[in-house]
């Protein structure tokens, strides 16, 4: 990174540092552009940039190294999530293999056993190749992370909450535990986004996100970040973008900077609606069980509360069977069975055909994800149309 670049990098992240999420997300990084006074960060579709002379550049060589739109997005996740740093991949995987290409052979990680399905497919069946160990323990008791940590332990890596059983790790704790041990903490914060949880606050060393789900929220882009609280995780990071080349187009980087100015208002209407739907599906005599950390008899309820500013839109609930399931998903109309979240479209899945299917029969039950379970990402509709779809979809049960 040219020392240009970082300069304004660091500028434009100290004049917005104290203010609110809201305008953070609207103006930081976003700043109107100097030569045309555009107030929307252009596209910068350019492979490389003219030299003034040799080694004489502003701070940009070549587009998979750096871009204008793409320093942009990263200026303005560094700010959302308390960070010196976010780099940005092509995908949400992209970030996690990136953050796991930091370690070395022999080195082991400790990890939650109720993980995004592609996250164990790419440790166990890519980088166990390289000399990688894992290990995958229930996180959401924050001794069972102490007790599993060995002298190469070098990383923990946990989803709070969880994807799909909304189980929650004490963050706080855990990042204690890291600090005496000197292990990276590394939190996948994409169900919650910086607006309700800020991991880096709590004690945290890297946050990732798939910026494919709420931060871009309109589910038109794929992409991944992992903001960091330490320049010297940045720095390996901003190197392995230049050196492996997963890096986010301008083009993709643009939808997340569009989607960013709406988080904080769209994050809220996922949250009161996503209450409001829990508490429907909670009493609804078709359904059998609901994991929603805003509940009160989820069992962390508590920890959700001090943890995290609020809920969000992720709902699991049981529907009793695979049979009641696939009842229920061909009837839907408002939701739309897919296999993301995040977006302003209410979205609804299957997690042992779709997302967790990669896990085999036995691991899935080994961590509570059965057939009959049914996953939702509460959007930005009138809520009462997506109770009345729910409604008619769970009745033919």
Request: hydrophobic content about 40%; glycine content about 10%; some cysteine.
């Amino acid at each position: 990174m040219g020392n240009d670049r970082r300069i304004s990098q660091i500028i434009l992240m100290k004049k917005n540092k104290e203010q609110g999420f809201a305008t953070r997300a609207i103006h930081c990084g976003q700043e109107p552009d100097p030569m045309t006074g555009a107030v929307t960060v252009p596209i910068y579709p350019t492979s490389t940039y003219v030299q003034q002379g040799i080694g004489q550049n502003k701070g940009y060589e070549y587009a998979r190294v750096s871009n204008p739109t793409r320093t942009r997005l990263e200026t303005n996740l560094a700010a959302l999530e308390g960070g010196v740093a976010a780099p940005v991949f092509a995908s949400g995987m992209a970030a996690i293999n990136a953050v796991v290409s930091l370690l070395k052979s022999g080195d082991h990680v400790v990890c939650g056993n109720d993980l995004y399905g592609g996250t164990p497919r790419l440790f166990n069946n890519v980088m166990t190749g390289f000399g990688l160990e894992f290990t995958y323990i229930d996180t959401s008791e924050a001794q069972n992370v102490e007790r599993a940590i060995r002298k190469n332990t070098r990383m923990v890596y946990v989803e709070t909450p969880t994807n799909p059983l909304m189980r929650l790790s004490d963050l706080a704790t855990i990042s204690q535990i890291c600090r005496q041990k000197k292990v990276s903490l590394v939190v996948d914060n994409t169900f919650m986004s910086p607006y309700f949880q800020q991991p880096l606050a709590l004690g945290a060393d890297m946050v990732v996100h798939s910026t494919t789900k709420f931060l871009n929220g309109h589910s038109d882009g794929l992409g991944g970040v992992v903001v960091c609280a330490k320049q010297e995780d940045a720095d390996k990071l901003a190197f392995l973008q230049k050196a492996a080349g997963a890096i986010l187009s301008p083009f993709e980087c643009w939808l997340v900077l569009r989607g960013v100015k709406t988080l904080a208002a769209r994050m809220e209407i996922h949250d009161r609606s996503g209450r409001i739907v829990a508490d429907f599906l909670s009493k609804h005599k078709k359904v059998k069980a609901v994991f929603y950390p805003g509940l009160p008899d989820h069992p962390q309820h508590a920890l959700a509360r001090r943890q995290m500013s609020g809920f969000g839109a992720m709902i699991t609930f049981e529907t009793g069977s695979l049979k009641n399931a696939n009842k229920m998903l061909k009837k839907v109309r408002v939701c739309s069975l897919g296999e993301s979240l995040g977006g302003v479209e209410t979205l609804i899945s299957h997690p042992a055909t779709m997302t967790h299917a990669g896990l085999g029969v036995k691991d899935r039950k080994a961590i509570g994800i059965t057939d009959g379970l049914v996953r939702i990402s509460v959007g930005i509709e009138d809520v009462d149309d997506i109770l009345d779809d729910l409604d008619q979809a769970l009745n033919v049960i």
